[in-house]
Antibody
Framework: QVHLVQSGAEVKKPGASVKVSCKASGDIISTYYMHWVRQAPGQGLEWMGIIDPPGDGTSYAQKFQGRLTMTRDTSTSTVYMELSSLRSEDTAVYYC???????????????WGQGTMVTVSS | DIQMTQSPSSLSASVGDRVTITCRAS??????LNWYQQKPGKAPNLLIYGASNLNSGVPSRFSGSGSGTDFTLTISSLQPEDFATYHC?????????FGGGTKVEIK
């Protein structure tokens, strides 16, 4: 059974960047696609993007194009999400989630990390 | 992007009630519709995928139906642990989108 453990809460100033990690324990995730989803306080879920198993293929939601970078380290079963040029509207809980599909993405998110709160404030 | 609209945004119900939540897509998504349950301060949890398939370990009181643009999540007999927010999500388009969520509260 896989668990996804994310890095701790962050406080950043506007214009800065944040990098959140998500490490798998109990099972490897090297053959799975991984997603990032965020949730602003009191709001719904917002899909950010997906990274393929080798880590050389990504697809981002249009609103994050140019600011979002997803990477992964297959040797440590860790994926990363870096968001730059932060603004107050980026204040949210950021979740990593595993795609249920094995080797092929089916865009069904069956295992989630615990979430990382990112606060953007001057 | 495909827009997903849930209704109602919140509802009050009692233990034992039958509860129905609807989700409408802005275009046909066949059966590429998934439901998640989220409790306060916790990550979402996959309930149903492919509109009607129960995820492993999910109680049989949960069911999903629909295809095309209109979908429903039904809880046949609400239990205390079911008070939560429910989200639908389309997996038809590679740009995934979620509904706004439905909060189920205790009456």
């Amino acid at each position: 059974q896989v668990h996804l453990v994310q890095s701790g809460a962050e406080v950043k100033k506007p214009g800065a960047s944040v990098k959140v990690s998500c490490k798998a324990s109990g099972d490897i995730i090297s053959t799975y696609y991984m997603h990032w989803v965020r949730q602003a306080p009191g709001q719904g879920l917002e899909w950010m993007g997906i990274i393929d198993p080798p880590g050389d293929g990504t697809s981002y939601a249009q609103k994050f194009q140019g600011r979002l970078t997803m990477t992964r380290d297959t040797s440590t079963s860790t994926v990363y999400m870096e968001l730059s040029s932060l603004r107050s509207e980026d204040t949210a809980v950021y979740y990593c989630a595993r795609d249920r599909g094995h080797d092929n993405s089916d865009d069904i998110l069956d295992v989630w990390g615990q979430g990382t709160m990112v606060t953007v404030s001057s | 992007d495909i827009q997903m609209t849930q209704s109602p945004s919140s509802l009050s119900a009692s233990v034992g009630d039958r509860v129905t939540i609807t989700c409408r897509a802005s275009q046909s998504i066949n059966s590429y519709l998934n439901w998640y349950q989220q409790k306060p301060g916790k990550a979402p949890n996959l309930l149903i995928y492919g509109a009607s398939n129960l995820n492993s370990g999910v109680p049989s009181r949960f069911s999903g139906s629909g295809s095309g643009t209109d979908f429903t999540l039904t809880i046949s007999s609400l239990q205390p642990e079911d008070f939560a927010t429910y989200h639908c999500q389309q997996s038809y388009s590679t740009s995934l989108t979620f509904g706004g969520g439905t909060k189920v509260e205790i009456k």
